[in-house]
């Protein structure tokens, strides 16, 4: 199935396609398996390789970190501009740039608007090695996919055991899944 993905990436799209998306694999064998942590893991994952995928940009320079998080500064800067006193704002400035980096959420949304939405991509997440999970890991991680599909606005890719979604298709989570986007890689005989 990883297989599958890297050859529609590198050999199946057409090439102004490809142009226009963004590539994001996350390797669910590093990912721990429970609801509480899996989210913070991915969010801090999705970050770094979009990270490391422009590392021509440091994204820990002041001038890049005001475009990352160019939303949230504007917004201060209306405000400070007018409310503080100028020896105020250096000081203000960067505890502010320190909330939003410890924020996981506005950070995640911050690097994909910045690497991915403003230069008028599109986000495609791979989950890879699913599929070597047991049922209720990869249960949670289709519910993680639902996730990441709604706060992220991007395409996910989950490979997950054919049993598993034979067994399991009418019944929660797996109810929710859009029959016509299935597919499956058979194994030849």
């Known amino acids: 199935k990883s297989t599958f993905t890297t050859y529609l990436k590198e050999i199946a799209l057409d090439v102004s396609l490809s142009k226009q998306l963004v590539w994001v694999r996350l390797d669910l064998n590093e990912a721990p398996v429970n609801s509480i942590d899996i989210y913070s893991w991915l969010k801090t994952s999705i970050v770094q390789d979009l990270a490391d995928q422009n590392s021509d940009i440091d994204v820990h320079e002041y001038g890049s970190v005001k475009k990352i998080y160019a939303t949230q500064i504007e917004e201060f800067d209306k405000l400070a501009t007018v409310l503080l006193e100028p020896s105020d704002y250096g000081q203000k400035l960067f505890e502010l740039i320190q909330r939003l980096k410890a924020d996981k959420d506005v950070t995640l949304q911050a690097f994909i608007d910045f690497f991915v939405h403003n230069r008028n991509k599109d986000l495609i997440i791979v989950l890879d090695n699913c599929d070597k999970r047991n ?23 989950l490979p997950i055991r054919d049993t598993t979604f034979d067994l399991y298709r009418h019944e929660k989570p797996l109810d929710t899944v859009i029959k016509d986007l299935i597919f499956r890689i058979n194994p030849p005989s």
């Open 135 to 157: 049922l209720n890991e990869q249960l949670l991680m289709f519910e993680v996919a639902n996730w990441l599909k709604e706060n992220t606005k991007s395409i996910v890719f």
